[in-house]
């Protein structure tokens, strides 16, 4: 069974710092690239960090260039986001996901990919 499951959501003030975590198992985590998307109410689902299945390249969302860093430990099957300097516009329900899409990273190609987790909520007041 693939279980993809998140987690470190929460709310913070603006300025604060928040790190995700996205636990996975039931499939090769290391022959996957990996990511973190997020939807804010009333908005479209975004791209916001990827990053390869070794870890050579990474993408970031220009709204969180700077801000947010990515980072995979591949022996612990583990995925993280490392979000400081928090805005209230990074309000969003945040996602895990794992693909074998070959295209670049967070693309909108990846909305196909077969391995979500359900989310964990950011929350930035003030």
């Known amino acids: 069974q693939v279980q993809v499951t998140e987690s470190g959501g929460g709310l913070v003030q603006a300025g604060g710092s928040l790190r995700l975590s996205c636990t996975t198992s039931?499939?090769?985590?290391?022959?996957?690239?990996m990511g973190w998307f997020r939807q804010a109410p009333g908005k479209e689902r975004e791209g916001v960090s990827c990053?390869?299945?070794?870890?050579?390249?990474?993408y970031y969302a220009d709204s969180v260039k700077g801000r947010f860093t990515i980072s995979r430990d591949n022996a612990k099957n583990t995925l993280y986001l490392q979000m400081n300097s928090l805005k209230p516009e990074d309000t969003a329900m945040y996602y895990c996901?794992?693909?074998?899409?070959?295209?670049?990273?967070?693309?909108?190609?990846?909305?196909?990919?077969?391995?979500w987790g359900q989310g964990t909520q950011v929350t930035v007041s003030s």
């Open positions: 990053i390869t299945w070794n870890g050579s390249r990474s």
């Open positions: 996901v794992a693909t074998n899409i070959a295209d670049e990273l967070c693309s909108g190609s990846w909305f196909k990919s077969n391995y």
């Open positions: 039931g499939f090769s985590f290391t022959n996957h690239n």
